[in-house]
């Protein structure tokens, strides 16, 4: 073969490889994490970040945490529309901030573009399984009615006003129709402790924090937040089963600047929702207690702003705020 019909037969394959998006892009994608480093969040997005190598190139991970995450997701939305900058939108930043702050320095609604939600992580109502046999609670129904028949005598714990729990247990008071004391605690730990302790009789706790308490018979798990079963304890039935429509659960995914073109989200798209459901991926992100959540950009809009609608009404009737 000459070297210029050789030259014209690599260009053609060059050309054939970005028009399929085999051909990973020269610059590197900068995805902004709102979070710091080691927790949950962050190591998903990084297993991510690896799988999409050969179909994207290099992806960064950057860690901006700070004001509930709102430093980061403000980072995102007025980063440069061109596809190399994404970022991880989650329930707080998303869909609890906007009614809990009384200043947002971005638009949850019109600011972001969206690309796939990534995962969901259950929530799981918890009591100490002391204070559950005490009270022969056993089951969610047992706890709706005997907090009804013994008006605030009931208390439940959680990380801080504002939190996931706290939001979590006012959405519980308001549909199970009962009152109980909330006692927030300055982070997710001391609320926890707080109910080893029996100091509180339930929370609403991450299930991949309650887990190992749960197993070792010190609480009791009383039912899970999403609205069907969590496969990892798929023994404990969820809250929608005696609540109808219950769900509350903790999720995050992938977002970009609102002016992105639709074939650069599109082409995001492609790739993370492959690597969401690679078999290695779904391994990995069950250690966390995660289940991906592979979605079309449509899909996971339309999830944010129902989630938004949920959240106004739950933060409202709290009365929660944080500046």
């Not at 069950?286 to 933060?315: C, D, H, I």
């Amino acid at each position: 073969m000459t070297p210029p019909t050789l030259r014209r037969s690599v260009l053609t394959l060059l050309a054939a490889l970005a028009a399929t998006g085999t051909l990973a892009q020269t610059k590197p994608i900068r995805l902004i994490v709102p979070y710091a480093a080691g927790g949950p969040i962050d190591v998903t997005a990084r297993a991510l970040a690896e799988r999409v190598r050969d179909s994207l190139g290099p992806v960064i991970i950057e860690n901006r945490p700070g004001a509930g995450g709102n430093i980061g997701a403000d980072a995102v939305a007025k980063a440069a529309p061109d596809g190399l900058t994404i970022g991880i939108a989650a329930t707080a930043t998303h869909a609890v901030n906007p009614w809990l702050y009384r200043t947002m320095p971005y638009n949850a609604a019109s600011d972001f573009a969206p690309i796939t939600q990534m995962v969901r992580v259950p929530n799981v109502l918890v009591m100490n399984a002391e204070t559950a046999q005490r009270l022969k609670i056993g089951n969610l129904a047992d706890l709706v009615a005997y907090g009804k028949a013994h008006p605030g005598q009931l208390n439940y714990g959680s990380g801080g006003n504002g939190s996931a729990g706290h939001l979590a247990g006012e959405l519980f008071k308001k549909e199970a129709g009962l009152f109980a004391v909330h006692i927030p605690y300055n982070g997710g730990n001391p609320a926890q402790l707080a109910l080893l302790g029996g100091q509180v009789d339930f929370n609403f706790d991450n299930l991949a924090t309650a887990a190992p308490n749960i197993r070792s018979g010190k609480l009791k798990a009383i039912a899970v937040t999403t609205l069907a079963r969590s496969p990892a304890l798929p023994e404990v039935p969820p809250m929608a089963d005696t609540l109808k429509g219950f769900a509350i659960d903790t999720w995050w995914g992938l977002v970009a600047p609102a002016a992105t073109p639709k074939e650069v989200l599109a082409r995001l798209n492609q790739a993370f929702v492959a690597a969401l459901n690679a078999p290695e991926t779904r391994t990995r992100f069950a250690a966390l207690l995660a289940e991906p959540v592979p979605t079309s950009p449509e899909t996971f809009g339309a999830f944010m702003a129902a989630e938004r609608a949920k959240y106004e009404q739950v933060v409202k009737s709290s009365g929660a705020t944080v500046d």
